[in-house]
Structure formats: structure tokens, C-alpha cells
């Protein structure tokens, strides 16, 4: 589904992704973790086509196609979700408004009719249920003033929402409670099938004891350098990075 | 991909009688002001003898007076002896036979903006036989506002049937002398509208200068008077969404507005005139004086305006809150794109006793559009609990544009309470980029930003006229971003 060949890429002058190679099949969980600054967001960011990260090397398919050729937006209507790890507030634009425009643009590309009102909203209130959020986020603006936990559940709506086949979240587990990990687990965990693939950024092992991961990968230094199954994670919570740095530089 | 820092309409002088329309030959006088051409406009229009002598004390005024350099505004200075005060109609022979031989590029917006065909070639300035389904429509319009009692018709015709009324009230709310462009167009004034609205009664439906079609060419110094007699109530539409032909680059109008006690009017305008090219080339100059006057107790006068045209807007829809309770609003929503220029605002005058303002300012600037915002409140020394709250909120698209706010108060009364609040925000990138994430088009997504940065001027438009102009902004904006 998409398939990562040493990627390269830069910010300005400064060189983040060195090489990164990644592959990812329908119906997987990858889990990516590695130190702050050590390009995970980059390599999100780059996968959803962010003009400010500049692709100096080598090639990014998806679902066949060459990813890098197309526009963010039509990434997002061929299945991309990017939870970003810091949503961005929109005054003034209705979080409801967003999320129909979201839904209309996907199913206008898919050849589909735009979604009834009533529909929509019967939807959209159900899936707030199971991720306990109140409908009358749907009224606010985009993110405005909502608080760290609520951004993040606001990110999943809109993934359960648009029902994409390659999710990418981005540290969606950070600065939630208890009970908001556990929504925020399951509206993933509701979204897993065989069709579909998930990639979760995170730094914590408690939320891969919720969403088990098919894979788990180390990212340092804009490379992946190492690779296993769960038990890997287990491994970097007791032991920290250091040694993979060591084994990968050996 | 683009990224933040790249980003970012003769004067047809035509009598409406009876639902039918007749052009008056007249010659175009030649370009130059001086009291002769004053007289000669008057004459054309068989105006009575009080009102040439009205006109030609404007006139004089006018020659006293100097051109305002205060604004936040630059054009080339304008050649008032190289335009033609009086022009006469362009005859059918050189308008445009039909919609073929319009310029593509205003069917387009049209199209956009979802005029229907028969709208389109009026706004066109297609030759009048091929418009006629407007006429039935506003002969049924003017019986019903006939039964209630409303007088609506155009100026010249007011001067003509009601002379008592125009005569009352004319000029008693802009003075001749107000300003240097007021004073000129009582100089010269060539059309426009007059209401009057009788005692008690509700107008029966919204009046909208797009019912009266001999308006569609009022030329460039139009002028409007309101009346509304005690506890009436009436909602006027000026404009049009879609952009008119127009071959006058100077317009300079004025409208007037009268509420007398326990009476509303609501003045809701829709400003879409020729803004020019992208480099500023061939746009409209529009200065205009507009002002209300809530002459009676508890009366309420209310301006909702939404601009996107002209090249230069000079504008500053005021009210003069004189009777005692007595309700000023100003709700604006003003767009400047590419090469534009806005100077506007409000004034509100609070002379009565516990009179109240709202200012609700939204202004968006994009391309190298420099936009400015001038606001004053006044409270008189008698107007004991006078109340203003005043937003003034800017949004900016790209890097080169820019926003200016310039606040007056002065407050004359102690029990004075006003509050003043002003925003400035820019679209960023990332948000551009959350919203294409999740597959929106980034024109459709600053369209979204936009219009939800709008919405609280946009709720006291009339509903229909609330759809056009959402639809106007996004046209507006086409190609600010990317
Ligand atoms: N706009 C920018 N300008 C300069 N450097 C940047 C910019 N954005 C990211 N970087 C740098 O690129 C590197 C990788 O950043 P990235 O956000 O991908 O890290 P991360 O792995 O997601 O870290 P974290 O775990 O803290 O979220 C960091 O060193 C960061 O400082
Ligand atoms: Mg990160």
C-alpha cells in the first residue's frame, strides 16, 4: 500500500530524513518510535505532502502511485489521514462545517453524492458517542480553545469520520487522560481491517497495550534503524534508545 | 507547491412610466463644470426653479472647497474639468445585441455567482427589447407597494410627483456643504431612488433598487432619500451582486436616510463595482456620502454593507442619533484584492439621550489591497448614557497587503459607556494545510476561513441577498492564494 524507498528530505539547509526505507500493507499497525527531533513528524508531514519539507531523494508509491506527484488534498481523497500532532485552530469555521466539507470532498472524488444533512449529522453523533465527546463540539470553531485532549479526540472524529485507509497519527496518545486514551484507542481499534493500514507515532508503550501493533520500527536520525514485532516496544521502555543507537552504529 | 510567502461597471437617462420604459434624446454636454452645464442638467430634467437654485449653490460651495487628502488613499489626481456632467444615452445601436457579444469574462463571473439569463443580459447593458421579462415583474411590484402606500420611483420622478416631500427633505441630513464630493453631486446629481414610507406602515416587502430597472443606469452621481413617517418600518437593498457595465470611472453619490419616532430602516448595500485589473487599471473611484438620521424618539437605523468593488472606496455610512433612545448599527463587511484601495467606516453621532451604537467592522485585504478602517464615535455633552460597542476585526491574505484602524472617539458626556475591540489575523499556512489535509481544495478552504470571519455581518443581511454575497466574497478572493 505504501511503499517508502530512501527518502531524503530537507527543511531549509537542514538535512532530517537520510534514507528512510518503509514499507506498510493493508490491514497492518506500524508502530514508529524514536527520540524527539529524530524526524517522526517530518516523515508524516512529508507523507501528507507539506510544502514546507522539501523531497531531495528517493520515492514515495501509494497504492501504486507515485505519492510525490500529488497535491495533499488529493492525497487526503485517495485515503491519506495525517493526525497531526499539533491540529491547528480555525476561527470561526464551524468544526461541523469542516467536517462535511471533508466528507463532501472524498465522496465527490469517489463519484459519490454529497452526504443528506440528516445523515451526516446521525453519523457524526454517533461516533462522538464512542469517543465520549459532546455534540456540541460540532458547533465550536475548528479547534478553538479547545484543550490539548479535546484537539486530539477532535483528530480521531475526523479519521472515524472519513474512514481513510492509511491513517497516520502522530502522537495522538500524547496529553490525553486515562479515559480519553481509551476512547481514542478504541475509535482506532474500530477502524482496523484487513483493508486498511495505521501507522501510530508515539513515545509511550501504554498505548500500544491498547492498539496492538503488527510492527514496530526505531527512528533515529532520519533513518530507521531497527525493526520488530511488539515485544520491541516493551524492550525501548525498559532499556531507552541508547542501545539500538549502539547496535545500529556497530 | 505554493507556499505562504509566494502566496497569497451613459448615464441612460430613460423615465419609468407605468411599467414602460422611454429614452429622452438628449446630446452629451460637453466635459467641463461650470453653471452652465448646472442649469442645462436641470433643465433636461424639467426641474422647478427651487431646485436649480439649490443645485447652483452647491455648485459655488463646491468651488470653495478642496478635495480631502486625509484618507488613506492614492490616485491620480482627478481632471474634474475632463468629465462629462451629462451624457447622453448610449442609444441601442451601440449596446450589445445580445449576450454573444459580451465580454466572456463577465459571463463567467455570472455564471459563477448564478445570475439567471435574463438578469444577465440587463446587467450586461444588453439593448432593452431583449429584457423583457423584468418589466412584468416590476409592475406587479410597484401595484403592491402602491396599496400600501409607499412611494418608490426614481428621483427625477419624485422631483416631478412629489416636489412637498423631496423638497422638505432634501439635504437636511448631508448639507451641501458636507463634504467636497457632497457637495458636487448636489451640484450635479443625475438619479437615484426615493422611499417614503407613511405613518404606521410596514413595508410590505423588501425594496431593492434591482425591481426598479430604469436604475440600472443612474450614472455617477446618484442620490437617494429615505423617509420613514412615524413607527414605519423598511428594508432597502442597494446594488447587486453581480457587476455592472459601467464606463464612468468618478462616482460620487449620496444617500440620505429619515427615521422619524419609533421608525426602522434598514439599508443593506451589496457593492460590486469594476475594482480594475490586476494592476489597478481602469477600477472605479467611489466616494460616497451616506447618512441617517434617527430624527425621532426610539427610532433605529441599521446599515449592513458588504463591499468588493471599485478601485477606491471612500466611504463612511454614518448616523446621527438625535432622538432620545434612538439605535445605530453599522455592520460592514469590506474586501480589497490585488490593487484595490478602501478607506471606510462610521460615524456615530449620539446627540439624544440613551442612545445606542453597534459597529461591527470586518475587513479583508489580499494581493497588495491596502485597506483602512475609520471609526468615530461622538457623544454630545446632552447625551446622558449614551452606549457604543465597536469591533473591528482584520483578516489578512498574504504578505503584502496590509490593514489600518483608525479609532475617533470623543466623548463629550461622562455616562458615556464604550467599548472598543479590534482583532488582526492572518490566514496561515498550516491552517491551508489542515484543511487540504482532510481533502479540501485550498481556495475552498480560505473561502471557509473567510466566510466564518464574515458570518456575523452576513446574519443581518436579508437571507437571499446573504447567499449572493457569500457566494460575491469567494468570487472576490478567486486567485488570492496560490
Ligand atoms: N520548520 C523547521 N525549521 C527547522 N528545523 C525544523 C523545522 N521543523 C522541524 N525541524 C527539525 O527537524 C527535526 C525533526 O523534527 P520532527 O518534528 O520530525 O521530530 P519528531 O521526531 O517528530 O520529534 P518529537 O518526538 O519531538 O515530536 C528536529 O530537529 C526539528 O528541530
Ligand atoms: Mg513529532
Not at chain 2, 468651488?63 to 462629462?84: G, Q, R, T, V
Not at chain 2, 413595508?203 to 423617509?227: H, K
Request: aromatic fraction near 8%; include cysteine.
Amino acid at each position: 500500500m505504501l511503499e517508502i524507498n530512501n527518502l531524503k528530505s530537507r527543511i531549509g539547509d537542514t538535512e532530517i530524513l537520510r534514507g528512510l526505507s518503509l514499507s506498510v500493507n493493508p490491514g497492518e499497525v506500524h508502530a514508529i518510535m524514536g527520540p524527539n527531533g529524530s524526524g517522526k513528524s517530518t516523515l508524516a508531514q512529508v507523507v501528507a505532502g507539506h510544502q514546507d519539507y522539501e523531497v531531495t531523494g528517493g520515492s514515495v508509491t501509494y497504492k501504486g502511485q507515485d505519492l510525490l506527484e500529488l497535491e495533499p488534498e488529493e492525497r487526503a481523497r485517495e485515503g491519506i489521514f495525517l493526525g497531526f500532532q499539533y491540529p491547528v485552530e480555525i476561527p470561526g469555521v464551524n468544526n461541523a462545517y469542516l467536517l462535511k466539507a471533508a466528507l463532501n470532498a472524498k465522496r465527490k472524488h469517489a463519484g459519490l453524492d454529497e452526504i443528506d444533512a440528516f445523515e451526516f449529522l446521525k453519523t457524526a453523533r454517533e461516533k462522538m458517542a464512542t469517543l465520549d465527546m459532546d455534540p456540541k463540539f460540532l458547533n465550536r470553531g475548528v479547534n478553538e480553545g479547545f484543550s490539548g485532549g479535546e484537539k486530539k479526540r477532535n483528530e480521531i472524529l475526523q479519521m472515524a469520520m472519513l474512514e481513510p485507509e492509511l491513517a497516520i497519527l502522530d502522537e495522538t496518545d500524547s496529553g490525553l487522560d486515562i479515559d480519553a486514551l481509551k476512547a481514542v484507542a478504541n475509535g482506532v481499534n474500530s477502524l482496523r481491517n484487513p483493508d486498511r493500514a495505521i501507522v501510530l507515532v508515539t513515545h509511550y508503550q501504554r498505548l500500544l497495550d491498547y492498539i496492538e501493533p503488527d510492527f514496530v520500527h526505531v527512528l533515529s536520525e532520519g533513518q530507521i534503524i531497527k525493526s520488530g514485532d511488539k515485544s520491541l516496544a516493551l524492550e525501548l521502555e525498559e532499556k531507552g534508545y541508547d542501545w539500538v543507537r549502539e547496535a545500529a552504529s556497530a | 507547491m505554493a507556499t505562504e510567502s509566494e502566496n497569497l461597471e451613459s448615464l441612460v437617462n430613460r423615465r419609468y412610466e407605468h411599467g414602460f420604459v422611454t429614452e429622452i434624446e438628449t446630446e452629451t454636454l460637453p466635459p467641463g463644470l461650470n453653471e452652465g452645464v448646472v442649469r442645462a442638467i436641470s433643465a433636461r430634467k424639467n426641474e422647478p426653479e427651487w431646485l436649480l437654485e439649490w443645485r447652483l449653490q452647491a455648485y459655488r460651495q463646491w468651488l470653495e472647497m478642496e478635495e480631502p487628502e486625509w484618507a488613506h488613499l492614492h490616485y491620480p489626481k482627478i481632471e474634474y474639468d475632463e468629465i462629462s456632467y451629462f451624457s447622453a444615452p448610449k442609444s441601442d445601436d451601440d449596446r450589445p445585441k445580445s449576450l454573444d457579444e459580451v465580454d466572456p469574462k463577465l459571463l463567467e463571473t455570472y455564471d459563477k455567482l448564478g445570475i439567471p439569463l435574463h438578469e444577465r443580459a440587463r446587467l450586461a447593458g444588453v439593448a432593452v427589447d431583449a429584457v423583457f421579462d423584468s418589466v412584468s415583474v416590476a409592475t406587479t411590484f410597484k401595484e403592491k407597494l402602491s396599496d400600501a402606500g409607499v412611494i418608490f420611483c426614481s428621483f427625477s420622478e419624485a422631483v416631478i410627483e412629489h416636489p412637498e416631500l423631496v423638497r422638505k427633505y432634501l439635504g437636511t441630513v448631508v448639507p451641501r456643504r458636507d463634504n467636497y464630493f457632497a457637495a458636487l453631486n448636489s451640484a450635479v446629481f443625475s438619479d437615484g431612488s426615493f422611499v417614503y414610507i407613511p405613518k404606521g406602515v410596514r413595508c410590505p416587502m423588501e425594496l431593492s433598487t434591482y425591481f426598479r430597472i430604469n436604475a440600472a443606469n443612474t450614472g455617477q452621481f446618484e442620490r437617494t432619500l429615505i423617509i420613514a413617517e412615524e413607527g414605519s418600518h423598511v428594508s432597502y437593498l442597494e446594488g447587486c451582486t453581480a457587476p455592472m457595465r459601467d464606463e464612468n470611472q468618478l462616482h460620487a453619490a449620496i444617500v440620505e436616510l429619515i427615521a422619524l419616532d419609533d421608525a426602522e430602516i434598514k439599508y443593506s448595500t451589496v457593492q460590486n463595482w469594476y475594482p480594475g485589473d490586476e494592476n489597478g487599471v481602469g477600477g472605479i473611484y467611489n466616494f460616497v456620502t451616506k447618512r441617517g438620521d434617527c430624527r425621532g424618539a426610539n427610532s433605529k437605523i441599521s446599515w449592513t454593507q458588504v463591499e468588493t468593488g471599485s478601485a477606491i472606496t471612500w466611504k463612511y455610512p454614518s448616523c446621527l442619533l438625535r432622538g432620545a433612545n434612538s439605535v445605530g448599527e453599522f455592520y460592514s463587511v469590506a474586501v480589497t484584492n490585488n490593487m484595490q484601495q478602501a478607506d471606510t467606516g462610521t460615524k456615530m453621532i449620539h446627540i439624544g439621550p440613551n442612545t445606542r451604537s453597534t459597529i461591527v467592522s470586518k475587513g479583508i485585504s489580499a494581493g497588495k489591497a491596502q485597506q483602512s478602517y475609520r471609526g468615530l464615535v461622538r457623544v454630545m455633552p446632552q447625551a446622558h448614557g449614551a452606549r457604543n460597542h465597536t469591533q473591528c476585526d482584520s483578516l489578512l491574505i498574504g504578505k503584502d497587503c496590509g490593514a489600518h484602524t483608525f479609532p475617533y472617539m470623543e466623548i463629550k458626556n461622562p455616562s458615556a459607556k464604550i467599548e472598543h475591540e479590534a482583532t488582526t489575523s492572518k490566514i496561515s499556512a498550516n491552517q491551508l494545510f489542515y484543511c487540504r489535509q482532510r481533502g479540501i481544495s485550498e481556495e475552498d478552504a480560505v473561502n471557509m476561513i473567510v466566510n466564518g470571519f464574515c458570518k456575523e455581518v452576513f446574519k443581518e443581511l436579508p437571507m437571499e441577498f446573504a447567499v449572493e454575497a457569500q457566494a460575491l466574497l469567494n468570487v472576490s478572493l478567486e486567485g488570492a492564494v496560490g
